[in-house]
């Protein structure tokens, strides 16, 4: 198992940047991939951004050249750098782990969250 704790939402102009971290603890060297995903109320959550054990890295379409994930080498931080942020970025953001080798950015396969980080952007 592993443990999340996301910090670093806020509020923000647009145009603005927010850096959102996940702190990880538990069996982290058993997560094949991290990621970011967020939900807006009434809609279904989504998969912002992930990262796969070998630094490999996905994104949404909404999100790729604004927003970048990384990892620390002991993989116990996830970090979302946020730029450019957008007001249709508004959401509450979780960080999620899970130990499916062929995961991608729907989180149904996503086994461990954190209670999530709320980012708002206004115009």
């Known amino acids: 198992q592993v443990q999340l704790a996301e910090s670093g939402g806020g509020s923000v102009q647009t145009g603005g940047s927010l850096r959102l971290s996940c702190a990880v603890s538990?069996?982290?060297?058993?997560?094949?991939?991290m990621g970011w995903f967020r939900q807006v109320p009434g809609k279904r959550r989504e998969g912002v951004a992930i990262i796969g054990s070998s630094g490999n890295t996905v994104y949404s379409d909404s999100v790729k050249g604004r927003f970048t994930i990384s990892q620390d080498n002991a993989k116990t931080t996830l970090t979302l750098q946020m730029n450019s942020l957008k007001p249709e970025d508004t959401a509450m953001y979780y960080c999620?782990?899970?130990?499916?080798?062929?995961?991608?950015?729907?989180?149904?396969?996503?086994?461990?969250w954190g209670q999530g980080t709320q980012v708002t952007v206004s115009s």
């Open positions: 538990g069996n982290v060297n058993r997560m094949a991939y």
């Open positions: 999620a782990a899970t130990r499916l080798r062929l995961a991608g950015l729907a989180p149904d396969v996503y086994n461990y």
